[in-house]
């Protein structure tokens, strides 16, 4: 470049001085030496992401946009609200006359955390669970007992998540969980006459009934980023569970026994969950 309209260019510095003194939009007349000769152009000047050829015409670069990031990992608390088929644990509840359990399900509750692997791909783990009791006062031999039922339910495993950035603040996810899952229910019957030199009079009794499984859990999810460090989570999944055996087990004394003709009781069912998750 020889000159801009007349104004000559003598080094870098004065091209620089030059170019600063015009907006974006203006039309000037290039002297440039090009192949061995002089010669007088039209120019416009663009922006910055622009580039502007010889006859005038403005050319827009091709800009690479910068990759929406769906995270590197994190953890939080996880509540799920699980819904499963609860007629056969409701049927020994009755059974022992203190109740049962709501048929829209319960919240459970606990932990897990992940980390990005790669490629948008996500392995962690999570926990949760849920207990409740009820109690009652029962007869036997004329002689007054309190009964207290404790059930406990668990699930929690491996877990494997893909997401995708669909903006800055919106990651999409799925996933699965590989694990395993346990359903309990503990029945003490409680003597509270307690005598040191009768102890083994005493009736206090308790024994626990259970049934594990293996599970998968294949679930969907979003993250709505408020800041940072710190984003709205929702997951739906489906809770799938294989028991290695049928029926459930009966224990007392940390000794296990099959009970004959228990049902093959089903824990599959849907899950829900909204919650904080923290991380980056």
């Known amino acids: 470049i020889m000159a801009v309209d007349d104004k000559q260019v003598k080094n870098e510095n004065a091209i620089t001085k ?28 663009g922006s910055r992401n622009s580039d ?24 939080s608390w996880i509540p799920v609200w699980f ?26 509750q606990g932990g897990g955390g992940k980390g990005n692997v790669g490629n948008g791909y996500f392995i962690g783990g999570m926990g949760v669970g849920y207990t409740t009791n009820f109690t009652n006062e029962i007869e036997e031999n004329d002689e007054q007992f309190t009964r207290k039922v404790d059930y406990d339910f668990a699930f929690g495993g491996v877990t494997l998540d893909k997401r995708v950035a669909i903006s800055r603040k919106i990651v999409f996810g799925f996933g699965c969980l590989l694990g ?25 009794t308790s024994f626990k009934m259970s049934k594990a499984y293996f599970v998968v859990q294949p679930k969907f999810n979003v993250l709505f980023r408020l800041t940072s460090w710190l984003a709205i989570r929702g997951e739906v ?36 969950s909204v919650g904080p998750w923290f991380g980056f």
């Open 237 to 272: 999944g489906y809770l799938k569970g294989y028991s290695p055996y049928n029926g459930w087990k009966y224990s007392v004394a940390e000794n296990d026994f099959d009970i004959a003709g228990s049902p093959n009781t089903s824990i599959d069912g849907l899950s829900f």
């Open 180 to 204: 395993g899952a346990e359903n309990s229910i503990t029945v003490s019957k409680i003597d509270g006459n307690v005598d040191w030199n009768g102890l083994e009079t005493n009736q206090s």
């Open 83 to 108: 819904k499963p088929d609860l007629a056969n644990v409701n049927e020994i509840l009755g059974n022992l006359d203190v109740g049962e359990l709501p048929e829209t399900g319960f919240l459970t």
């Open 52 to 75: 502007v050829t010889a006859d005038g015409k403005v050319i827009k670069k091709i800009i690479k946009k910068k990759k929406k990031s769906v995270g590197y990992g994190g953890g």
């Open 18 to 45: 030059i170019i600063s003194s015009y907006y974006v939009g203006d039309k000037v007349k290039l002297s440039i030496f090009r192949d061995g000769e002089m010669k007088d152009v039209d120019f416009v000047f």
